[in-house]
């Protein structure tokens, strides 16, 4: 498949701050101005510091979702999935597990037809408090994600790939929260998401970035946005009922 590999060479297009052409992930920064390699080198630091702090300061939480999850059901406490990252290198995002253990974990959440049947309690709880996110933070002390950008997204959510390797987003690390997380969060379609992907690309800056934070925390105590199950332009599927569904 012609997008799988473009992916795995880690690819991307130009950007309205990249030259024409593709390049490597590792020129991707000298696509960018003095300025904005400046501002890319004080958010890694930002990235670690808050991240390591805040790994430390939510511990008691990690312990009680990991309990919770382990009283629950059985499987792993984290959950780990392959998506897509900077420079369209694949990489293992992080979660507290939400579904029960047999759920195929290579389909969009957004495209099962009934979610609800996969989710469990607790997973509920954690999904719509967004506590399953969490386990994040050690893919941005990794290097893997940045706080702020993108959400990573899985391989087969192609024509959203598609459009995000023409317009440069790959050129930027994924985040634990983003522009369109807190713009229609769960209600935005495929190509509103590219397009605000896009635009924050197009924008990016340590002002934005602080606003995304705080409004990332408005929108999880409202709930504002927050759906499961088909979108508008999404192709639904169905997988077969977890075997553990009757035993949590």
């Known amino acids: 498949m012609a997008l799988k590999e473009a992916l795995q060479r880690g690819s991307i297009q130009s950007s309205p701050y990249q030259k024409q052409g593709n390049v490597k992930n590792s020129d991707q920064l000298h696509m960018f ?12 630091s930002l990235d670690i510091v808050l991240s390591f702090l805040l790994l430390a300061v939510l511990s008691p939480i990690f312990i009680m979702c990991a309990l919770a999850i382990k009283l629950e059901s059985s499987g792993s406490v984290i959950f780990r999935q392959e998506r897509v990252g900077r420079g369209g290198e694949p990489f293992r995002v992080y979660k ?6 047999h759920t195929p974990n290579n389909v ?6 009934n979610p609800g049947h996969y989710i469990t309690k607790v997973g509920k709880i954690l999904r719509v408090t967004s506590l399953d996110e969490l386990p994040q933070l050690l893919n941005v002390l990794k290097g893997e994600m ?19 390797l023409k317009r440069g987003v790959y050129s930027l690390r994924p985040g634990v929260t983003g522009y369109a997380q ?5 209600l935005v379609d495929e190509e509103s998401k590219v397009n605000l992907d896009t635009e924050y690309l197009m924008h990016i800056s340590f002002f934005l970035d ?22 508008e332009n999404a192709d639904a599927v169905t997988a077969n ?3 553990d569904a009757n035993a949590a």
């Open 33 to 44: 101005s003095e300025n904005q390699k400046a501002y890319f080198v004080v958010k890694r």
């Open 96 to 101: 507290f597990r939400t579904m029960y253990k």
């Open 146 to 164: 940045s706080l702020v950008g993108p959400r990573p997204l899985i391989l087969a959510e192609e024509k959203i790939h598609s459009q995000r």
């Open 241 to 243: 009922k977890p075997e």
């Open 210 to 231: 602080l606003k995304i934070l705080l409004k990332t925390v408005a929108v999880v105590f409202s709930r504002k946005d927050y759906q499961e199950g088909c979108v």
């Open 182 to 186: 807190v713009n229609g969060r769960d």
């Open 108 to 113: 969009a959440t957004n495209q099962f037809k």
